[in-house]
């Protein structure tokens, strides 16, 4: 092709992109048509077409367009990057790989082609194919990068192997081998390919190699910024017991950075341990005693009051003191004469702490940091209050006001060591209100010291507020009294304190665990929680809304936190494309990590599962609209995830602001209880959703087989694949599983708030929610199993279990006393509706086998055969028994309905409440607003919530009710 | 004390208590991974002693010729490891790894409300370049502040001399 006939096509081509780009889809097409009109056999417009047809959802057509242009393998770079694009998009990239290759095949010598295979190999995770392409690309343009790019696939087949020994007999050293030649040859250029070197020698261990070429002349290509290369050499010492240049090593590094507490934990066991092996009366512990004192004096000359000096406090040193004093303790155990050493540091870790308080109370960290120290040493509370009580000896600051912002957070770093170490647990009930009224008129008064800061800043009174907050919350919320009062000051404090996450995250448990969904929503979404967080804490809505039967926000949200799942997989690739360009070999690893992290992860697997389950329940009217949302879903059990010990738990648990150590440590506890449940939730809920896929198929198929028996490729889905197999299966899965949940221990407290609050296993195992389901799936098995001869009866006792559930529900329902109990009885009833939407699916599907058999028997009634009048009969006494099934349905869902448009929740919300306890001086709680204004507003919240979540349950029983009556015989 | 070091992959799962800061952004992961896949070593978090990121600062190398820069994209520390310089130190670290690629500054946006920020670049030595009108969308939209420092390669300090005018956001190079 000339330039100039570049030239016109890319002119021609032009409006095409244009459209692509503004999602003009319809255009585009219609352009490509008229650029194919004047040149049919345009590769790159018919390709831009398929583009166009995929976007408007046109797969076919694409798919059989695109295969045409694929078998003539075109080797332009425009028609190839657009074909790249189209087979990105349907999530094909094997073929990416296919159509670079075929190109290739026409042109050897092309490098530009050749780079591209080898990054649709990446996309692959191809390591093999990769190494053999950057090779070929290597011998085409002797570059260096494509050299390394071959070196780092090889590292990858070495990491991704699980033959051990292939790895390292075989792959690296080939790897190593490879970087020495060009070492040899004098030919290394980067730091790129320093880094991949070391990589592969740090994965045969070989440490001694690494620190040579670190203090080489290689070692000078990588930086050392932040002394990340000292850093790095000094843990490869330690690592290799060269205990004295380890011992030199992080010395130089403390004395370059005196604020990194790592550096000095592992120079106090390296010191240690030279000593032990010299038996030298403690020579170099003395000496990092010495080093560690000598600092601590010059900055505490440096910073006294009064001196002008450009060095800043830091509290590096100071916590390396109180760590080397408890190494120091611990060895002392075994060797008594260390107390000579400990003695020198301070007379008692009380006073250790009390001298850290004084250094650093005013920094909102040192809490943080004692906290962290009682709980890695051990300390007890006891001893905890001795800390306390040593500091109250210099000030007594309670019920003072703090005149400078030092004093302020000293103040609430003391009030917080009160708290954790449970000093104020022994208060009385009217003592600890008055102390909640105090800490509200602290917060008020003291927001003064912010008056300056922006909206969107932090308060640096909101402590106050916060520790009022837990204390009411180690209270019992099961009152509604306390409930309402904690409600109430948090929300006041949003007013006065918008920007302070904490506090929002505290109403969103609250308003979750009441099943006011709508209020926790409008504080998630002012938090912004986007991208990857969906992930990390998208978990703080994704149960409740459904829990709540807010659905139709649940399909929104489940569909929003998908969207982030399924766009991610292209950008890690991207990434992982980029890290080869920029030669980044050192994230190649941890960027695959990632993947394989999002792609197990629970969160994703849960929502991708319930977004399902939800599509039926609010999708399902009739049998048609059955079929088209589950008809697509049906390729889903080619890729099942049964690979539950690798999903990961993403989660963040550690946001919600916790100031006891023995309350962590439960929540750690919980959080593994919790993902076990989940985990167990997941299989339950994903062994249901895909039993009704296979049952919806062995049904299909046999109506298909019945219309004509040579086709046996539907909409692309095989129909001889062997749908009752996998539907007993499932049916069997279940099965196990519900039978093993009997047994297993689930949590169900609500305690404490800040631990993940119990998976909806737990009331969903309570009832016998599974069982109706699993009678009814037993029922579709046993009347479309042709193996079995007669079934002469349909098990309706899944209609009484169903009933007994309602009537019980609805009776807590009526029971309920307090808000806590009416978001437990939201989670029921949504429930209920939930298995009323699965039943009414399955009785679909069992029509549907009725139907067959039903016009099965009539066939071979026309026949005459003695044998067939009798099925007739005992299909037509089983039509009467469905019917009969379908009404005890029909009647158990109206029963609900009733009782919903009945049920009366209001009650619970209009009794009084005494605020009296709480409001302090009264000024923050009246300002603007009186108190009473406040508490309607959140009244009618949770009201307007409820009633939303009470219409949607109507609405889905209503809606069920009309699927029901059409499913007559 | 906190540790400072390189910038993991696993660490995106972690940094939710200073992103929740409702000035401190949270991108797409294709973001963090452009900046990780291409510049990695511009990426540098902080932990706290029990092993919980308080900090981070995410930046890149850019620019022609003597617009060779260092550019800081994100830096934010959790409230409550505030006031003890963590800020200061990573900054340092940006600087020293720009110096290193032979840049001849380093720049950063902040907006012009935020004064505990522009107060605290000042100390740093940097300085104001330019104005950038309607840099940040929001309700209203806010101006940004383009802050310099000259790193050693830039003798004369030309790249810092303060423009007259302030720019678009369309016209920034």
């Given at each position: 092709?000339?330039?100039?006939?570049?030239?016109?096509?890319?002119?021609?081509?032009?409006?095409?992109?244009?459209?692509?780009?503004?999602?003009?889809?319809?255009?585009?097409?219609?352009?490509?048509?008229?650029?194919?009109?004047?040149?049919?056999?345009?590769?790159?417009?018919?390709?831009?077409?398929?583009?166009?047809?995929?976007?408007?959802?046109?797969?076919?057509?694409?798919?059989?367009?695109?295969?045409?242009?694929?078998?003539?393998?075109?080797?332009?770079?425009?028609?190839?990057?657009?074909?790249?694009?189209?087979?990105?998009?349907?999530?094909?990239?094997?073929?990416?790989?296919?159509?670079?290759?075929?190109?290739?095949?026409?042109?050897?010598?092309?490098?530009?082609?050749?780079?591209?295979?080898?990054?649709?190999?990446?996309?692959?995770?191809?390591?093999?194919?990769?190494?053999?392409?950057?090779?070929?690309?290597?011998?085409?343009?002797?570059?260096?990068?494509?050299?390394?790019?071959?070196?780092?696939?090889?590292?990858?087949?070495?990491?991704?192997?699980?033959?051990?020994?292939?790895?390292?007999?075989?792959?690296?050293?080939?790897?190593?081998?490879?970087?020495?030649?060009?070492?040899?040859?004098?030919?290394?250029?980067?730091?790129?390919?320093?880094?991949?070197?070391?990589?592969?020698?740090?994965?045969?261990?070989?440490?001694?190699?690494?620190?040579?070429?670190?203090?080489?002349?290689?070692?000078?290509?990588?930086?050392?910024?932040?002394?990340?290369?000292?850093?790095?050499?000094?843990?490869?010492?330690?690592?290799?017991?060269?205990?004295?240049?380890?011992?030199?090593?992080?010395?130089?590094?403390?004395?370059?950075?005196?604020?990194?507490?790592?550096?000095?934990?592992?120079?106090?066991?390296?010191?240690?341990?030279?000593?032990?092996?010299?038996?030298?009366?403690?020579?170099?512990?003395?000496?990092?005693?010495?080093?560690?004192?000598k600092l601590i004096t010059k900055l505490d000359i440096s910073t006294s009051p009064g001196k002008k000096s450009h060095v800043k406090l830091c509290r590096g040193p100071y916590l390396a003191k109180i760590e080397l004093y408890f190494f120091l303790k611990d060895k002392a155990a075994n060797d008594p004469s260390y107390n000579e050493l400990i003695q020198r540091i301070a007379s008692s870790a009380i006073d250790l702490f009390s001298e850290f308080y004084r250094k650093f109370g005013h920094k909102p960290s040192c809490f943080h940091d004692l906290s962290y120290l009682f709980f890695k040493y051990g300390f007890s509370n006891i001893e905890a209050r001795s800390v306390v009580e040593a500091i109250c000896k210099d000030r007594t600051l309670l019920n003072e006001l703090p005149v400078a912002i030092d004093e302020l957070y000293r103040h609430q770093c003391l009030l917080l060591l009160k708290y954790s170490c449970g000093l104020y647990d022994e208060l009385d009930e009217e003592n600890k209100y008055r102390l909640i009224s105090s800490l509200i008129d602290l917060y008020d008064a003291c927001l003064k010291f912010g008056e300056d800061l922006l909206p969107s800043d932090i308060q640096p009174s909101d402590t106050y507020a916060l520790l009022a907050l837990h204390l009411l919350l180690d209270l019992n919320i099961e009152n509604d009294q306390i409930l309402l009062q904690t409600l109430l000051i948090a929300e006041r404090m949003i007013w006065k304190s918008p920007s302070n996450f904490n506090v929002k995250l505290i109403l969103i448990k609250l308003y979750n665990v009441i099943g006011a969904f709508k209020c926790s929503l409008s504080h998630y979404e002012s938090m912004d929680i986007k991208h990857i967080q969906q992930e990390t804490l998208g978990y703080l809505i994704s149960n409740s809304v459904i829990t709540s039967a807010h659905f139709h926000t649940s399909a929104q949200l489940l569909a929003a936190g998908l969207k982030f799942y399924t766009s991610n997989n292209k950008d890690i690739f991207d990434s992982l494309i980029s890290c080869y360009k920029y030669g980044s070999f050192t994230k190649v690893e941890e960027i695959t990590e990632l993947r394989n992290k999002l792609y197990y992860s629970l969160q994703y697997c849960l929502i991708d599962t319930e977004k399902i389950l939800l599509d039926l329940l609010l999708e399902v009217k009739n049998h048609q609209t059955f079929e088209d949302i589950i008809t697509p879903l049906s390729v889903k059990l080619d890729h099942e995830m049964t690979n539950w010990s690798k999903l990961s738990d993403n989660r963040d648990i550690s946001i919600f602001q916790c100031f006891k150590n023995e309350v962590k440590t439960a929540i750690s506890r919980k959080q593994k209880q919790n993902f076990e449940d989940e985990v167990d939730w997941l299989k339950l809920r994903s062994y249901i959703v895909r039993a009704i896929i296979a049952a919806f198929n062995v049904t299909q198929s046999s109506v298909k087989s019945e219309k004509n028996s040579n086709d046996c490729v539907t909409n692309g889905v095989q129909t001889d694949y062997d749908w009752m197999q996998t539907f007993k299966r499932l049916v069997d899965d279940l099965k196990d599983h519900r039978a093993k949940l009997t047994t297993t221990n689930i949590d169900k407290s609500i305690y404490p708030l800040q631990a993940p609050q119990p998976s909806r296993l737990a009331v969903f195992v309570s009832r016998k929610y599974t069982e109706v389901i699993l009678k009814l799936m037993q029922t579709i098995l046993d009347v479309n199993d042709f193996s079995k001869e007669n079934v002469l009866a349909i098990d309706t006792k899944c209609c009484d279990i169903y009933q007994s559930i309602v009537e019980e529900v609805v009776a807590s329902a009526k029971s309920a006393k307090c808000l806590v109990s009416i978001g437990r009885v939201f989670e029921e009833l949504s429930n209920c509706v939930d298995i009323l939407s699965l039943s009414c699916i399955l009785m679909d599907i069992l029509c549907c086998g009725l139907k067959r058999s039903f016009r099965s028997a009539k066939k071979s009634k026309k026949k005459k055969d003695t044998s067939g009048a009798q099925d007739s009969i005992s299909v037509s006494s089983l039509v009467n028994q469905y019917e009969t099934m379908l009404n005890e349905f029909e009647q158990i869902a109206n029963n609900m309905l009733t009782f919903l448009k009945e049920w009366n929740f209001q009650s619970l919300l209009q009794f009084e409440i005494d605020f009296s306890k709480v409001a302090g001086n009264k000024n923050f709680l009246y300002e603007t607003q009186g108190m009473q204004s406040v508490i309607d507003e959140i009244r009618k919240k949770v009201d307007a919530s409820y009633a939303h979540s009470r219409k949607e349950l109507v609405d889905i029983t209503s809606m069920k009710l009309k699927y029901l009556s059409s499913l007559k015989v | 004390m906190s540790n400072i070091r390189a910038f993991s992959c696993s660490d995106l799962f972690k940094l939710n208590s200073v992103n929740l800061d409702p000035l401190t952004e949270t991108y797409g992961l294709s973001f963090y991974l452009q900046y990780m896949s291409h510049w990695p070593e511009f990426f540098q978090v902080v932990e706290s002693p029990n092993g919980s990121i308080i900090g981070y600062i995410m930046g890149k190398v850019e620019g022609q010729l003597d617009q060779w820069h260092g550019h800081v994209t994100a830096l934010s520390v959790q409230y409550d490891y505030r006031r003890l310089n963590l800020a200061a130190k990573l900054m340092k670290g940006l600087e020293s790894i720009s110096e290193k690629k032979q840049a001849y500054f380093v720049d950063l946006f902040v907006r012009v409300s935020n004064k505990v920020a522009v107060d605290m670049y000042k100390r740093l030595g940097y300085s104001v370049y330019r104005r950038v009108l309607e840099y940040y969308s929001g309700d209203p939209d806010e101006d940004a502040f383009d802050m310099r420092k000259a790193l050693p390669k830039d003798k004369y300090k030309k790249s810092i001399i303060p423009l007259p005018h302030p720019v678009r956001p369309e016209d920034l190079d």
């Open positions: 092709m000339s330039k100039a006939d570049l030239t016109v096509n890319e002119r021609r081509l032009r409006p095409i992109y244009d459209c692509l780009d503004n999602g003009n889809n319809k255009k585009a097409l219609q352009e490509a048509d008229k650029v194919l009109r004047k040149q049919k056999d345009f590769q790159c417009a018919k390709v831009l077409k398929c583009l166009a047809l995929l976007r408007l959802g046109r797969q076919h057509e694409c798919s059989s367009l695109l295969a045409e242009v694929h078998k003539e393998a075109p080797t332009d770079d425009s028609t190839l990057q657009a074909m790249s694009i189209c087979y990105r998009e349907l999530h094909k990239p094997e073929l990416i790989a296919d159509c670079y290759e075929n190109a290739i095949k026409k042109e050897p010598q092309n490098e530009e082609l050749l780079s591209h295979l080898f990054m649709s190999f990446v996309r692959l995770n191809e390591y093999k194919k990769q190494q053999k392409t950057a090779i070929n690309l290597y011998k085409l343009k002797p570059k260096n990068p494509y050299y390394f790019w071959s070196v780092m696939s090889i590292y990858m087949q070495a990491i991704s192997t699980s033959d051990c020994k292939l790895s390292q007999n075989m792959l690296l050293p080939l790897a190593e081998k490879m970087v020495q030649k060009f070492i040899d040859e004098g030919k290394i250029e980067a730091e790129a390919e320093v880094q991949l070197y070391l990589m592969v020698l740090e994965k045969q261990n070989k440490l001694n190699e690494m620190i040579e070429v670190l203090n080489g002349p290689l070692g000078s290509l990588i930086p050392n910024h932040l002394d990340f290369l000292s850093r790095r050499k000094a843990f490869l010492f330690l690592k290799l017991e060269r205990w004295q240049e380890a011992f030199d090593a992080f010395k130089n590094l403390i004395e370059n950075n005196i604020d990194q507490l790592e550096y000095y934990l592992e120079l106090f066991k390296i010191a240690f341990t030279l000593d032990a092996k010299a038996n030298n009366e403690h020579l170099y512990t003395n000496q990092v005693m010495n080093m560690l004192m | -």
